[in-house]
């Protein structure tokens, strides 16, 4: 008899304990899933990266273009959501300092693009 209530019991804390793991699992998906770049976040970080440009965006429509194409990549690949979400909390010159060494070749290709067409007009 109690044999039989034991394994009653057993079998009730492995159901539990299955139910928390998967409860936990879905929690866990959901969690790390926000924190993902999706193809949405990454074509907002473009056109936010176009907006700041300002005049420059007009003036140098193409090197523009793929300057905020090589800065979402390089953001979206070095940073996580939530990482770039923080930087993006501080100050300028702290954002510069996380942010400047992954785009820098990025900038640097888009300073030279602007120079170049400059100096042919």
């Known amino acids: 008899m109690t044999s ?13 304990l299955f ?5 936990t699992r879905i929690i866990t998906g959901y969690l790390s899933n ?3 770049w999706s193809v949405e976040d ?19 429509a193409q090197e523009t273009e793929e300057y905020c194409s090589c800065f979402s990549v ?14 993006e909390l501080q100050s300028e010159k702290e954002q510069n300092k996380e942010f400047m060494p992954v785009i ?4 640097n290709e888009y300073q030279k693009a602007m120079f170049d067409k400059t100096s042919l007009d």
Not at 19 to 23: A, E, S, V
Not at 43 to 53: A, H, S, T, V, W
């Open 34 to 36: 926000t924190n993902q």
């Open 19 to 23: 139910g928390i793991w998967g409860i």
């Open 104 to 107: 820098l070749e990025c900038y």
């Open 42 to 60: 990454k074509e907002q970080l473009k056109k936010m990266c176009i907006n700041d440009l300002g005049g420059r965006a007009v003036r140098f």
């Open 74 to 87: 390089s953001i979206t690949n070095n940073f996580s959501k939530v990482e770039y979400q923080y930087i």
């Open 4 to 16: 039989n209530r034991i394994r009653k019991i057993a079998t009730y804390v492995m159901i539990g």
